[in-house]
């Protein structure tokens, strides 16, 4: 988690990914929620490892990505293969606004509002 | 260029969220580059904003692809963002985010599901609003705009809102980004106005 992939070639990126740019779970917004269900093995991708680590606790797609050090994009792909193989589950945002019904409900407003003021 | 907080973040902010959270929601805040953004995420934010990229890959039919190799483009675009837990159930993410017309394809998918949008706007450069505001109306994304003033103070906020050809309907305030009492009220005219969408909004 401390390494940085930020300046790494997109060869290394290439590697990471094994060759994929697309096959990402399309539901991962960049704010689900991904928590995992078990630790690292041995041998696992030292990517895919770290997720496991930095996700004892619920964290955001997009939060994993900035820990990484690596494009959201990219850490789509290695979330998916760790939802498909059961090893994270994801929280997604929900009844997610569409552009027809773009307004939240009033309670998940009136939440919003109260906290903004304890800030 | 706003590039330090007025006041340090207080104690040690949590850096988990809660184990129960398990609802995201997302407030965009959209500008042209050095108005502010990421100074007015930081101001409310738990954590220290952070960094990542979202990149794109599309067909090149764009008139300024001149290399003339393949039929795909990749555009990356970086963004900062933080966040602040709500309560055992909830947390609000905030992306700070380029509003220039060559980077909001981006955000329609990082976008899409936010409660709304924050347009950081400078009275030097109007310009790098247009398309953002644009856009949001058009989208009927909820949004309020904020000049971050800088001291210039030279514009009344009517002048602002002429300038922009603003709807009387959406809020305009002025702000110091780098206050967090001045962020948090952004923040809260944004929402406040939502709630006021939601209440004219046809059942």
Known sequence: ?119 | MHSTTSEPPTADPPRSLPPTVDQALKIAVVGGFGVGKTTLVRSVSEIRPLNTEETMTRAGTGIDDLDGVEGKRTTTVAFDFGRITLDATSVLYLFGAPGQQRFWFLWDRLFSGALGAVVLVDTRRLDDSFFAIDRLEAQGTPFVVAHNDFGEGAHTLEEIRAALDLDPQVPLLRCDARDRGSAKHVLIALVEHIRTLIAQAPR
């Open chain 1, 1 to 119: 988690m401390r390494r940085s992939h930020r300046d790494e070639s997109p060869d290394r990126l290439y590697v990471i990914t094994s060759g994929r740019s697309d096959g990402a779970d399309e539901a991962l917004d960049a704010v689900t929620l991904v928590v995992a269900e078990s630790g690292p093995t041995p041998g696992m991708q030292s990517e895919h490892a770290a997720i496991l680590r930095m996700c004892r606790g619920p964290m955001a797609v997009v939060e994993v990505a900035a820990h990484l050090g690596l494009p959201l994009a990219v850490t789509r792909i290695l979330l998916t293969d760790l939802l498909d193989g059961g090893r994270i589950t994801a929280r997604h945002p929900r009844p997610a606004p569409s552009p027809a019904h773009p307004l939240a409900s009033p309670d998940v407003l009136e939440k919003v509002l109260v906290a903004l003021h304890n800030l």
